[in-house]
Nanobody
C-alpha cells in the first residue's frame, strides 16, 4: 500500500497563493486515482480536486474551480495542489488521498489518506 504525507500548509493572506504537496512512499501513485479533500472546523469533508490514474481527467469542487490546480509530477511520487487567490473560506485541514480506482470523486471511494496539513487564510 501507499503512505501519504502532506506538506506546504500554513498561514497566508487573502488573495495570496500556496502550494501543497503530497509525497508517496511504499509505492508511486501509478495504480491510484488521487484527490485532495478539505475539512473546516465543524464541517464535513469535501472534495477539492481529483485526478485520474492517467491524469487525463480532473474534477474540482465548485468553490475552487478556476483557482486551484491539481497535478502529479513525472515520477508519480508527489502530488500538488496549487492554490491561487485564496480567501478565508479556504481555511481548512487539507488531506491527500489515494483510491484503488481509475477515477474517484467522493471520500468513500478513497482507501488511503494522509494526516492532513492546516491551511489558514487571513482577511
Amino acid at each position: 500500500q501507499v503512505q501519504l504525507v502532506e506538506s506546504g500548509g500554513g498561514l497566508v493572506q487573502a488573495g495570496g497563493s500556496l502550494r501543497l504537496s503530497c509525497a508517496a512512499s511504499g509505492r508511486t501513485f501509478s495504480a491510484y486515482a488521487m484527490g485532495w479533500f478539505r475539512q473546516a472546523p465543524g464541517k464535513g469533508r469535501e472534495l477539492v480536486a481529483a485526478i485520474s490514474r492517467s491524469g487525463g481527467a480532473t474534477s474540482y469542487g465548485d468553490s475552487v474551480k478556476g483557482r486551484f490546480t491539481i497535478s502529479v509530477d513525472n515520477a508519480k511520487t508527489t502530488m500538488f495542489l496549487q492554490m491561487n487567490n485564496l480567501n478565508p473560506e479556504d481555511t481548512a485541514v487539507y488531506y491527500c488521498a489515494a483510491a484503488g480506482a481509475w477515477f474517484a470523486t467522493t471520500p468513500r471511494e478513497y482507501t488511503y489518506w494522509g494526516q492532513g496539513t492546516q491551511v489558514t487564510v487571513s482577511a
